[in-house]
């Protein structure tokens, strides 16, 4: 119930009673739902702190009529340099706030991007047919090729060095005699 008087306060601050209500701009449409607005989190960030709840709702005002910061102090009866300090404080507490969100939100949607693009290559790798060998790679064995030296060994067992092996005899086919 406070908070009923509280709003009206601030109103009354607001207020001109010496202006016709007619000539009196209209109050603005209902914002959007968009949520990559930054009017929709700025009005959860302010709802903790009276002060900023003011200086956002006037420059909601300077933003919906189009006046001067100059002509938006007079209206809420304080100076141009008062206005101009409580923007540059809002302004220095909101504005990191909002670009860690936005880094955040970001840095969300690059994830998920990465996770989708990681989860449909591992699902197009597992649709590939298995083009392989049907039998294992042999393996190498420890055993030098032919063509390398032997290496004495002076313990058991001992290799027979390699001998060349003797020519083939010719072959003879049965036409031939």
Sequence with gaps: MFHHFRRGKTDLAWL???????????????????????AHWLDRAV????RDQQTYEMIRY?????KTDEQVAADHFMTYAAWTCRLSRFRTKYAPRWRRRQLFVI????????????????????????IG???????????????APP????????????EPSYPTPPRRFPDQK
């Design 133 to 147: 060998p049907d039998r294992p790679f042999p393996t190498p064995s420890a055993r030098p090729s032919a063509s």
């Design 47 to 50: 709802a903790k702190d009276e």
């Design 107 to 130: 840095l969300m949607l690059g994830g998920g991007a990465a996770v989708v693009v990681f989860l449909a290559w591992h699902w197009w790798k597992a649709m590939q047919p298995d």
């Design 16 to 38: 001109n009673r010496e202006v016709d209500v007619e000539k009196q701009p209209d109050e603005p449409a209902e914002l959007p739902g968009d949520t990559w607005l930054v």
């Design 62 to 66: 300077k933003a919906r009529t189009g």
């Design 151 to 162: 290496v004495p060994t002076d313990e058991p067992p001992f290799e027979p060095p390699f």
